[in-house]
C-alpha cells in the first residue's frame, strides 16, 4: 500500500549555502582527535522499549510488526528518569573528552523535534528535545558534542511503501530523492538549532556521503570534525568479529566498542566485558595512535543500566590515575614488547609502559621490570603514575621511591605499588611507568 508523505520544502538559507566540495576534516581538529583519545557513544532510540537491535528488526518483518514499531512505540516512549546532566558527570569522570549520540539511527525516529516528520521525540509523551538536553549538558562540564546520524531512513521507506533495506539500491539515499532532501534538511536542523557541533559521525553503506551530507555539513559549520564517512572507524563488540588494527596507521582514526553483544539497550541474553576489558582495549588503542568511542545503550525509561555504570566507574577510577598516559599522546616507536604496551607524550620526550599482566600487580610489592626498547639518559625518572612514591601506608619506615639502572639487556625498573584504590587491595587493572627523558633504543 502506498503511503503519502509530505516532504517540507528545503529551507532558502540551506539554498543559500556557498558549499565548500570536499573541504574535508580541518588537519588542527584531526590533531585534537590524536590528543583527546576517549569518547563516549550513545545508543538510544524509541526501540529502546522492546530490548532488541536497534532500528534493524524492522528489516524483513511483517506489517503488523512494522505498524507498532512505527505507529505504536512512540506512544510509550516517556523517559522520565532522564537526566543529560547526571550522564554529562559521569562522561567527565570518565574522562571522555567527546560524546556522539544518536540524534537519528537507521528507523529513521528522530531525538528531537524535526519538522520532517512525525515519527520523532515530539510525537512522544515525553516530547522534550533528547538533542538540546544532552548538547547543553556536556557543553556545561567542557565535553565536546557530537553525533551521529543515519542517512537510511526505514520510516521514510516505510511512508512511500519502498521495501526496506539497506543495500537495495532503490532504498539507498543517494538513489531515492526524496529521502536524500529529507536528509539534507535533518542536517540543515541538527547544524543550525544546537549550536557548535564538534563530530558528526554519518553511518551507513559506502557512497552516502556522495549524496553530499559531508559538504553540507562542513558547510554549515566548517570547524566540524566528521569521523565515519571521512575516516577509518572500526566496530569491535562480541557480535562482529572485527579487531583492532595490528599495527600503527599512518592517518587518525577511531575505534567503536561496544560494552557486550548489543550497541542498544538488552535486558536479557546479555554479556558484559569487565572493565578491565575495556581499559587494556583503550590501550591498545592509544599505542597504535587511534582513538576509542566506547558506547552505553540507556534503558528505555533513560537511565544508564546499572552493569554499564559499574564499568564506567571502574573505568572512571583507572582513568583518574592514569589519564597523563592516555591524553595527547602519540605512538611510541615501537607499540609494545610482551605484556608491556607504550605511549609517548606528544610534545615531550615522556614514555608511558603500560603494565597489562594477566595477574594483577599486588598492593605493596615491589617488581624488577626489564624494558628493552627504552633508553634513558642522565636526566630520566621514573615514577608510578597516581602515586607519590613517597608513602606506604601503614609501613612509615618504607619509602616505595621508584628507580632504574641500565643493564646489558635495557632498562631494568624496580618500583612498588604504593597506592590503595580497592579496600581488599587488588586492583586488576594495568599500572603505568612514567619514563621521562627517555629515548628509543639505538
Known amino acids: 500500500m502506498k503511503r503519502s508523505l509530505t516532504i517540507p520544502l528545503i529551507s532558502t538559507f540551506l539554498l543559500l549555502i556557498p558549499f565548500q566540495l570536499n573541504a574535508g576534516n580541518k588537519p588542527e581538529q584531526l590533531e585534537w582527535l590524536k590528543d583527546a583519545g576517549f569518547g563516549l557513544f550513545i545508543h538510544w532510540s524509541v526501540d529502546s522499549q522492546l530490548g532488541v537491535v536497534i532500528s534493524h528488526s524492522v528489516v524483513g518483518a511483517s506489517e503488523d510488526y512494522t505498524n507498532t514499531f512505527f505507529n505504536e512505540l512512540p506512544k510509550t516512549f516517556d523517559p522520565k528518569q ?115 557541533i564538534d563530530v558528526f559521525f554519518i553511518d551507513g553503506p559506502k557512497g552516502h556521503t556522495a549524496g553530499g551530507l559531508a559538504d553540507l555539513v562542513w ?122 604496551w607504550y605511549t609517548k607524550s606528544a610534545t615531550e620526550d615522556t614514555v608511558y609502559a603500560f603494565i597489562c599482566q594477566e595477574n594483577p600487580w599486588p598492593y605493596r610489592e615491589e617488581k624488577t621490570i626489564l624494558l628493552k626498547e627504552i633508553q634513558a639518559t642522565r636526566n630520566t625518572k621514573v615514577s608510578v603514575l597516581g602515586q607519590n612514591d613517597l608513602v606506604l601506608e601503614y609501613q612509615p619506615d618504607i619509602v616505595p621511591k621508584s628507580s632504574w639502572k641500565k643493564t646489558r639487556d635495557g632498562l631494568q625498573i624496580t618500583a612498588t605499588r604504593a597506592q590503595r584504590i580497592y579496600n581488599d587491595r587488588m586492583w586488576p587493572n594495568p599500572v603505568v611507568l612514567k619514563i621521562t627523558h627517555a629515548r628509543p633504543v639505538d
Open 219 to 340: 558547510s554549515l559549520q566548517p570547524e566540524c570534525l566528521i569521523t565515519r564517512g571521512a575516516m577509518k572507524t572500526p566496530e569491535i563488540s562480541a557480535s562482529t568479529g572485527q579487531s583492532l588494527p595490528e599495527e600503527v596507521l599512518n592517518e587518525p582514526w577511531e575505534a567503536n566498542f561496544t560494552m557486550g553483544t548489543a550497541w542498544h539497550y538488552k535486558p536479557t541474553n546479555e554479556t558484559y566485558f569487565p572493565g578491565r576489558q575495556w581499559i587494556q582495549n583503550l590501550i591498545e588503542t592509544r599505542a597504535k595512535g587511534g582513538t576509542m568511542l566506547l558506547n552505553i545503550g540507556p534503558k528505555p525509561n533513560g537511565q544508564i543500566p546499572i552493569e554499564q555504570e559499574n564499568i564506567l566507574r571502574e573505568i572512571a577510577a583507572w582513568m583518574t590515575i592514569n589519564n597523563e598516559a592516555i591524553y595527547n599522546i602519540r605512538p611510541w616507536h615501537v607499540i609494545k614488547e610482551g605484556n608491556i
Open 82 to 196: 532522564f537526566d543529560a546532566q547526571e550522564w554529562a558527570h559521569l562522561a567527565k569522570l570518565c574522562g571522555f573528552k567527546y560524546v556522539v549520540f544518536t540524534a537519528k539511527h537507521h528507523s529513521g525516529f528522530c531525538m528531537w523535534n524535526s519538522d520532517t516528520t512525525d515519527f520523532d521525540i515530539a510525537s512522544t509523551p515525553f516530547k522534550k528535545d533528547v538533542v538540546k538536553e544532552i548538547a547543553e549538558a556536556f557543553r556545561s562540564v567542557g565535553i565536546k558534542v557530537g553525533l551521529y546520524f543515519s542517512p537510511d531512513d526505514f520510516h521514510v521507506l516505510w511512508k512511500q511503501g519502498t521495501l526496506i533495506s539497506r543495500l537495495r539500491p532503490e532504498a539507498l539515499p543517494e538513489n531515492n530523492p526524496e529521502l536524500m532532501e529529507i536528509n539534507k534538511r535533518q542536517v540543515e536542523e541538527l547544524f543550525t538549532r544546537y549550536g557548535k
